[in-house]
């Protein structure tokens, strides 16, 4: 595992996340482990909180380069929602690919809802999507899906507790869309939903039919749960 795998850690500070960390210590060649590149959630935050200075961009590049062939960056964040940062700025400095990401989700939750006031447009603007995830009650729980619609995850893997039974076991075929059509694209009243009808998401408000998404602007995830 290494950077030039494109593979990253996002933990967040959690029991469950330490223990799952624990966990991949013992599934995983261990020396693999002791090499890893540790990041705060500050070492990818410029401290004006603003666009990326030219000198930062050129120190996490030489971070970068300097671990790539050793190491696997891990980044650790306090809120779920939070892991929006690292995950956008791990792609556009080549950490992660833009499309095709796998997510191995340890938890004891799913954290696959939606905001329901989430228009898609904001999804492709970083800033404000992560803004409204901070703001919302349950942003903590709604900040894998938005990525998903935006094509960068196309598969979720969700290792869930003993104890977890919000979804059964099993693989999924999971649309991710707004509502619209070819007709009607989205307007200023569109929001993103899913097509899967499991009362996870159905009792959530964020379930519709295919049919009710704009076609031109669907994307499909792959969910295991196990």
């Not at 995983?28 to 961009?57: A, G, H």
Request: hydrophobic share 40%; charged share 25%.
């Amino acid at each position: 595992m290494s950077c030039r795998a494109r593979r990253a850690f996002i933990l967040t500070k959690s029991d469950e996340v330490r223990v799952a960390y624990y966990a991949l210590c013992v599934a995983l060649d261990f020396r693999v482990l002791l090499r890893v590149s540790y990041y705060s959630y500050y070492d990818m935050m410029p401290s004006d909180d603003r666009d990326d200075t030219p000198e930062e961009i050129a120190r996490l590049r030489c971070l970068r380069a300097e671990d790539a062939a050793h190491k696997v960056p891990v980044f650790l964040v306090e809120e779920h929602c939070e892991a929006l940062l690292c995950i956008h700025r791990a792609m556009r400095r080549g950490i992660l690919p833009l499309e095709g990401i796998c997510v191995v989700h340890f938890d004891a939750h799913p954290d696959l809802s939606l905001p329901r006031e989430l228009h898609p447009e904001t999804v492709f603007q970083p800033r404000e999507l992560l803004q409204k995830l901070r703001e919302t009650v349950s942003g903590i729980a709604e900040w894998m899906l938005p990525l998903v619609f935006a094509g960068h995850i196309s598969r979720i893997v969700w290792v869930r507790s003993p104890w977890s039974r919000q979804l059964a076991d099993g693989e999924y075929e999971i649309e991710v869309g707004a509502t619209g059509s070819a007709q009607s694209p989205p307007s200023a009243q569109s929001r993103l939903v899913v097509n899967c009808f499991a009362p996870y998401f159905a009792d959530d408000g964020i379930s519709a039919p295919s049919a009710q998404m704009d076609r031109d602007n669907v994307q499909t995830l792959a969910l295991q749960v196990a």
